[in-house]
């Protein structure tokens, strides 16, 4: 029944009230591949390139879900393409919804997934029993040297990764050859004085030549991993900087919230989930139920599910739940999310007297959530 | 009044029922910043780096407009980090609409605009005192062979500019080395032939590395302009290429649209009329009105103003309506919009029985409305 020259993207949709659910389906498949009315589609190319309604059902009032293929053909080989083919121009109508993608292991194979994934950033932080902590430097304002010395309260106090906060640019406060060389010292030290693995992974996005310079000035001064606003760059960038690397690739998810809204657009499991892990994120961040941002812990669920799903030959990706984690919970949300999983805790950590004090009790925390 | 270390982003507002607007105003200042509750930043960082409510004011019921002055200091000098300021944290949020930005002539020159502008495109094609046809070659599927009979036929007919579809990548119908030369080939035949200037425009879009290869195959095969779906790619590859190239660089919104709900995200008229311009782009696609997707008039004449109005020493971009526009049509809509247009049309010229005959109609109906 499957058709190995094409794969299936499932949307929701939502029909306006003068336009029929399969008025709306059909035009997905056109809007998507040929870009031309049906009447002007030459007929070998209609059989061929448009995308197929291969289901269409309600599910709900005023919702239905269709199942459209697409053929491997109108993709390529491209990543880029492939976040063309299934939303480009869709994106600018409304009622439609990504929801799922029955990804075929050509394109799987293609685009290639995490070069370290969950094993390679255990082998990396030494850390096989239980989940990570992870915390960000800052606030942007503070000095290099500032913003070192919470590199090395926290990895004094056994935080796993000590991650650039992502607003951490290349700013006149702490600039980013000046803030790589002093952060990633302090962390060496503590490594060096007990025995640790704390890895720090300053931010490299930047626009693309800067940050490929910035991932192989990180690579220079002994950093395992880098951040990347993968949206920011361009998911592809991912791919760039596995290839050409070799770090761990910690994601976040900056620009990626107006994709995420019930009735339009991308879910953020299929986003950050899947997609995110097929670039090359080997640790994906994700804002976590009872944060500052409003995703359900059911969709939190959903994405750990996503990036620790077997997929093909695809290595495996942390979830990163940032936002909502305290140290006094901590252990709670390492027992509910499983241990492969990244705590990424801020606010929480930062409104302790002591950093290095709060970071052990975090530890701690994952320890005994064991 | 205006400190010139700072620069204010206007956004809309709408709070929650438990909120206060002054709230949410000022949880913007932090959260796209410094990422810290109030509490626990940093005095001289909560004076300097913390964006600021400078005014906030209701304008509608349940809606608030605010201006948050940031400081330049917060951004650095990368069009990514930009990015991140205005939106990219709050893009998870909701209720917030970046709706202006009072750019400071700092951060305009850094970013440096188009490469080309309305002169520069205008001097390539010839076009002077008329707006400007385009149309795109498709549907995918086709041979390189048969787009490059569709460029020769619209090059024929006096389309300006003819583009690659924003889903032509490299796919196996039709991969980008052969499309390329063959298309390219086409109209230098034509322009040889009848004197005139038609430029052909290929579509670059890629994952990077590619990209770059893709757009100097395009200089070295005589193309004076290339396409770029420029928020896939990561909207700094506008000035990447710009750099590289000097090629004119004509954009394309797919993925945008997720943003311009009315409710949350950035208005299109600052996205693709400011941004885009601001990274790079000598001409800027949108989605017409009266076409498949809901842009209101007044929006594309927004739009259109962003682009061409004068902002420091920035060159003007053309803005390219598509969608809407027949041949029949197109008169108007030159009138409407005025010379400084780019016409793209597709669906309506596919629809003619004689493609060079349809587009000589269009480009003699954009000469009756000069």
Redesign the interface.
């Known amino acids: 029944m499957s058709d190995p020259n094409r794969f299936t993207a499932i949307y929701e949709i939502r029909p306006c009230a003068d336009e029929s659910a399969e008025a709306r389906a059909r ?1 997905i498949t056109l ?7 049906a ?4 007929e ?2 209609a059989a ?2 448009v995308g197929r309604v291969e289901t269409l059902e309600p599910i709900d009032t005023g919702v239905w879900q269709t199942r459209i293929s697409y053929p491997l ?9 492939l ?3 299934l ?8 009622g439609i919804r990504l929801v799922d993608v029955e990804w075929p292991e050509a394109l799987l194979a293609t685009f290639g997934g995490p070069g370290c994934g969950i094993s390679g950033i255990r082998a990396l932080t030494g850390v096989h029993d239980r989940a990570l902590v992870a915390t ?1 430097i ?5 000095s290099a040297r500032d913003l070192a010395a919470h590199c090395h309260a926290f990895a004094l106090g056994g935080v796993d990764i000590v991650k650039d ?3 951490l ?5 702490a600039p980013f050859d000046e803030r790589l060389l002093r952060c990633q010292a302090a962390v060496t030290d503590v490594n060096a004085a007990e025995g640790g693995s704390v890895q720090y992974f300053p931010n490299v ?7 490929m310079a910035r991932a192989e000035a990180a690579r220079s001064a002994g950093c395992r991993g880098v951040l990347v ?1 993968a949206w ?3 998911v ?2 991912l ?2 900087l596995r290839e050409e690397f070799g770090l761990a690739l910690m994601a976040h ?9 019930p009735d ?3 879910t953020a499991d299929v986003l950050l989930g899947d997609i995110f892990r097929m670039a090359g994120a080997d640790a994906v961040i994700y ?1 976590n139920h009872g944060g ?3 995703f359900s812990r059911a969709l939190c669920e959903r994405i750990n599910d996503r990036l620790r799903r077997p997929l093909a030959g695809l290595r495996t990706a942390l979830p990163v739940p940032g936002g909502g984690i305290s140290v006094d919970s901590a252990g709670d949300w390492a027992r509910r999310y499983g241990r492969d999983t990244v705590l990424l805790i ?2 929480s950590l ?2 302790q007297q002591d950093l290095a004090a709060g970071a052990r009790r975090l530890n701690e925390a994952t320890r005994q959530a064991r």
Chains 1, 2 share one sequence.
């Open positions: 035009d809007e998507q591949t040929v870009e031309l009315p009447a002007v589609v030459p070998e190319i061929t390139m053909a109108a993709v390529g080989d491209e990543l880029t393409q976040l063309n083919v939303f480009g121009n869709i994106s600018l109508k409304h960000a800052k606030p942007m304002g503070l906060d992502h607003g640019a290349n700013q006149p406060s996005t930047a626009p693309w030549p800067t940050m606003n920011v760059t361009g592809d960038a791919s760039a998810p900056a620009l990626t919230g107006t994709y995420f809204r339009h657009g991308i804002p500052r941002f409003g801020g606010g930062y409104a």
